[in-house]
């Protein structure tokens, strides 16, 4: 599992590029996101003086109500996890994002290039890298129990203007100066 700490990488990113937001949405997969994971987000974000509102979303028909509850509850931006559902669906929620005006961070570098304000998360090189150096080991006799779990050690930062733009925004230049791809 993610560190603690990884979970709100994303909000504090979104704080740096919009810093008055006081209420910030998440789309919560009650699929696969554990409890832990949404209270670390939770915590993160009353950390930073931001009030999460948490909407559990089930497959991708839940998605519209999902923005237009986060809308009517006052959310200034959406925090999307980087999960399966969300990264197949990310043209979905890069259309909604747009619009209801939210800027989002995401949890996958990727979805910038959907509409998202920022993709932060795991390398998708490393994420490839490790899960091909995984099956050659097991295709070579290697027991799953004898195949360590590894932390993800690359994570990547993509900003995209065209998105930014769109939504009247400045990206602040620390922002960009620490993107590994910006998307104009």
Same mark, same amino acid.
């Given at each position: ?17 919009? #810093? ?10 009650? *699929?696969?996101?554990? #409890? ?60 909604? /994002? ?13 979805? /910038? ?16 890298? *490790?899960?091909?150096?995984? *099956? ?5 006799? /290697?027991?799953?129990?004898? *195949? #360590? ?31 590994? %791809?910006?998307? %104009?």
């Amino acid at each position: 599992m993610i560190e603690p700490e990884l979970e709100t990488k994303q909000l504090d990113i979104l704080k740096e590029m919009l #810093p008055a937001a006081r209420r910030v949405g998440v789309l919560n997969d009650h *699929t696969v996101v554990l #409890p832990v994971r949404l209270q670390a987000r939770k915590d993160g974000a009353r950390a930073l003086g931001i009030e999460l509102l948490s909407v559990d979303v089930n497959g991708p028909g839940d998605f519209a109500a999902a923005f237009k509850s986060l809308s009517a509850g006052g959310a200034e931006a959406v925090d999307i996890p980087g999960t399966s559902m969300m990264v197949t669906f990310r043209d979905q929620l890069g259309a909604l /994002a747009a619009a209801y005006k939210l800027p989002a961070i995401c949890g996958l570098p990727a979805m /910038a290039g959907a509409g998202c304000l920022a993709g932060y998360g795991t390398s998708t090189h490393e994420l490839f890298g *490790t899960l091909a150096d995984l *099956t050659d080991k097991m295709l070579k006799g /290697a027991s799953p129990g004898d *195949t #360590p779990a590894r932390q993800p050690t690359k994570f990547e930062l993509v900003v995209n203007l065209k998105t930014a733009k769109t939504l009247g925004l400045t990206v602040p230049p620390s922002i960009l100066a620490r993107a590994d %791809e910006v998307i %104009e």
